[in-house]
């Protein structure tokens, strides 16, 4: 490795650095969220796990305050897909990724609307919404009563994709339960400074949080194009690095690179998280062999499990007669020093996760 040029093993260090995982880290869980540009929340429990294994201290009820005061929320972001993250990031990275919807709404499906005077229903819907949050099931209804012709849950659909739409606690809490139901990210967010949209700061953000990283690195995270010419325009304000296969690599300038040597803890990272999705060569943080046993065909990217720096398995918890189970699922057999470090390391957790259960337990199945 020369100066300007890095290795798997390198970038695998900086990105768990930049990802908050090589050690926790004191801060506050809207600190966090805010340094990780946002978490992929498509499941309402991954982040506290995710939160959990970066920071000191942290406790599965620490999001509760900040998501009923509304300074972090869940709303659809990077990808098209619902993300936790603080309040100025939504109403920054909203408008940015709007485009992404857009797409859809321009797809083969959005054919079965053409004679729905859309821009009336999402006016319509947007009235109603902010009078007080519904969910799906209940905008249908208000929907298919205002256009009884029309087909409501396609109605409901685009409403979704064209509207800034945020998914209001208790949904997102720990240990809460109840339907999803939505609300206008304007009504939510009344009163608060609403900051100029800024693709340069997206960028800068994500190189923060992620990076080295390529162009295309940039839009696998975000799920915008054309993002080439943001970083030409950037350039000044980056240092360029080349990865093994000589792609140029973009990062500010003082942003940590550890070097291949830094140790990485086991660390449990949950069920979608950002860690795994966020770049298009995700060997520098899972083998190709691995990521087909991870990423599923129906879209599920199941919890993982870290060991020096890679993921080596998946996990996942279970509950039965009051007892917590955490249930390992090795890719490989593990040495015994790892296995008694994750096995600690999974006690700890499900101790944070299951506090009341009458016991806790680590389970080791044998690697296929």
Do not use: C
């Not at 100066?3 to 970038?11: I, M, T």
């Not at 949950?270 to 062999?289: A, G, K, M, Q, Y």
């Amino acid at each position: 490795m020369t100066a300007d040029r890095l290795d798997g093993r390198a970038l695998n260090r900086a990105l768990l650095d930049r990802q908050l995982l090589l050690r926790r880290h004191r801060m506050t869980a809207v600190e966090a969220v805010e340094h990780l540009v946002g978490m992929q929340s498509q499941a309402p429990n991954p982040p506290h796990v995710g939160l959990w294994s970066r920071l000191e201290g942290f406790g599965f009820d620490d999001l509760t305050a900040p998501m009923t005061d509304r300074r972090v929320l869940r709303i659809v972001l990077m990808r098209g897909t619902l993300h936790l993250v603080g309040a100025r990031d939504a109403l920054m990275l909203r408008p940015l990724t709007q485009p992404i919807l857009d797409g859809h709404l321009r797809s083969p499906r959005a054919a079965g609307l053409a004679a729905v005077d859309l821009p009336a229903a999402v006016a319509y819907a947007r009235k109603v919404l902010e009078e007080e949050p519904r969910s799906d099931k209940e905008l249908r209804a208000v929907l298919g009563e205002r256009w009884p012709d029309a087909d409501a849950a396609l109605l409901v659909w685009a409403v979704r994709l064209s509207l800034p739409l945020v998914q209001v606690p208790p949904r997102g809490i720990w240990g809460a339960s109840g339907i999803a139901r939505h609300t206008t990210l304007e009504a939510w967010l009344d009163g608060h400074d609403v900051p100029e949209p800024s693709v340069e700061e997206m960028v800068l953000r994500y190189l923060g949080a992620f990076g080295p990283a390529t162009v295309q690195d940039v839009q696998q995270w975000s799920g915008l194009t054309r993002l080439g010419e943001v970083v030409e325009r950037l350039l000044p304000r980056l240092r360029v690095f080349r990865d093994e296969a000589g792609r140029a690599l973009y990062d500010l300038p003082d942003a940590p690179r550890p070097g291949p040597e830094a140790e990485a803890p086991v660390r449990f990272v949950p069920d979608f998280d950002n860690l795994l999705l966020s770049h298009t060569d995700r060997t520098r943080i899972i083998s190709e062999e691995h990521r087909a046993r991870v990423f599923t065909v129906n879209g599920i990217i199941r919890a993982t499990y870290l060991v020096d720096g890679y993921v080596h398995g998946t996990w996942k918890i279970g509950k039965a007669r009051g007892e917590a189970a955490l249930r390992l699922s090795p890719f490989a057999p593990v040495p015994a020093g790892e296995r008694d470090a994750l096995a600690e390391e999974g006690r700890r957790l499900l101790a944070a996760a299951h506090p009341d259960a009458k016991a806790h337990r680590v389970e080791f199945e044998r690697p296929e």
